[in-house]
């Protein structure tokens, strides 16, 4: 077998292990989730905002509890290989300032928005929509590079295009206006990991016990690989 052909599958089986991390719908149930906390948060005092780091802390370990209650059962333990902490808080936040900065010239250059207008805060809340939609295409291509799957570019596109249309409609109160966009997207990303859980519990039956050790054996066996 050539190397190309080598690199092609290793490819493929690093594909498979990651679209079993999003199968069963929890992580687009727990952004969902997070989204609506962030909106519930977003009028009260800046200190309450930071329970959203102890929300997310405890989204992660409630996963682990309902993944060892309804997935593993159901298409065995699995185990995607993990990136390197460091590099990929670097990548996002240079990826966010990179944004940002596009984002800006943007305002500045087409939209035609008067600079000194940014010292209103009022401003920020009013094009922060957008600017998150932009921010969200980060996750969703890294997804779709990792999973194969170019459905997950909805996450970026959708995210935008709400983004638009709220700063489109031009709520009176910018704040309320992100406030509305938080809980629009929280509750699509809720909806539609709530349908890809009940489709996933449909489809995969509780499966017997030396069935999943079996395929957890051929799980291990393909993060060994790649």
Not at 96 to 104: D, E, K, P, Q, Y
Request: proline share 4%; hydrophobic share 45%; glycine share 8%.
């Amino acid at each position: 077998m050539s190397d190309n052909h080598k690199s092609v599958n290793l490819k493929e089986i690093s594909q498979k292990v990651y679209r079993n991390d999003y199968i069963d719908g929890f992580t687009f149930i727990f952004l969902g989730a997070f989204l609506l906390l962030a909106a519930g948060t977003i009028n009260l005092n800046p200190v309450f905002m930071s329970l959203l780091i102890v929300a997310f802390i405890a989204f992660f370990q409630l996963s682990k509890v309902l993944r060892n209650r309804y997935t593993y059962p159901r298409i065995g333990y699995f185990q995607v290989k993990t990136d390197d902490p460091k590099k990929l808080i670097s990548g996002m936040l240079l990826f966010t300032v990179m944004v940002l900065i596009v984002f800006f010239l943007l305002l500045f250059t087409f939209v035609g928005v008067d600079p000194e207008a940014l010292y209103d805060f009022e401003n920020w809340y009013r094009f922060l929509p957008i600017y998150l939609g932009l921010v969200m295409f980060g996750p969703s291509l890294d997804i779709v590079d990792k999973t194969g799957q170019r459905k997950y570019y909805g996450l970026g596109i959708v995210s935008t295009i709400l983004g638009l249309l709220i700063v489109w409609l031009n709520f009176q109160n910018a704040k309320f206006g992100f406030t509305i966009y938080l809980l629009l997207l929280g509750s699509i990303s809720c909806i539609i990991g709530g349908i890809t859980f009940v489709r996933f519990i449909k489809k995969y039956p509780i499966i017997p016990d030396s069935e999943q050790s079996e395929m957890e054996e051929e799980n291990d066996d393909s993060q060994e690989k790649y």
